[in-house]
C-alpha cells in the first residue's frame, strides 16, 4: 500500500524512510504502525512510524541492504479525535492502546478542553439489537484505561463559555455592556 510500489534501486546511505519516499511514500489505505523489513525471507523488523513522526524516534538509523522488501500492509483501524485536541484528524490504533494514549497522538488537550470526552462506538455485530451504535460520556480519568477500538469516534468536549456581563442604558456617558465581576456594585458600573 505505497504509491509506487516496484523495485528500486538503493544508494549506500538509503534507509527506510528514504525508502518510502522513493516508493511514493504510503497510500491513505496503508499502515504506518506495522510495516515490515523482510531481510532474507525474514521479518527483521516492525516499524511503528507514530514514533518517528509523533516522538522523534530513530527510524532513520533503520539502512536498507540490497533485496530488502518493505512491505506495507493495509490499516486496521480508523480512529477519529475532533474537538478540543492539538491535531483533530483520523488515527490509527494499536491493540494495546487505550483512548488516552491517541488522544496523546492527537496532541494532547487543548487548553480550553473539559474534562468530559464523547464516545461514538461500534457496537460488535453479535451484540445489536436496534442500534449500530453506542454513545458514552466518559471522564478524562477513566479514559486512561479504556481500550480504543477501531471505528470509535472520540470527541473531547469544550468547556462551556461563561458571560458575566452586564448591560447598561440610559443617560451614562457609555452605555454598552460590560463584563461582570465578583461583588460589582452599581456605582461601579456607572464609573465605568
Known sequence: DVNFPGVYPLHPFSNLITGLIQAGGIDTLGTLRKIQLIRNNEVIRVVDLY???????????????????????????????????????????????????????????????????????????????????EYKYIDFESVKNL????????????????????????QVKNPGIYNFFEGMMLSDLIQL
Open 51 to 133: 514514533e518517528f513522526f509523533l516522538l522523534g524516534g530513530l527510524v532513520n538509523e533503520i539502512q536498507l541492504r540490497d533485496k530488502d522488501v518493505v512491505l506495507i500492509k493495509p490499516r486496521k483501524s480508523y480512529v477519529t479525535i475532533d474537538s478540543a485536541v492539538a491535531r483533530p484528524g483520523i488515527y490509527e490504533s494499536i491493540e494495546t492502546e487505550t483512548i488516552f494514549d491517541l488522544i496523546q497522538h492527537a496532541g494532547g488537550r487543548t487548553y480550553d478542553s473539559s474534562e468530559k470526552i464523547s464516545l461514538k462506538r461500534i457496537i460488535p455485530k453479535n451484540l445489536r439489537k436496534n442500534s449500530f451504535y
Open 147 to 170: 481500550k480504543v477500538l477501531s471505528g470509535d469516534h472520540i470527541s473531547i468536549l469544550y468547556i462551556k463559555e461563561e458571560l458575566k456581563q452586564v448591560r447598561i442604558i440610559g
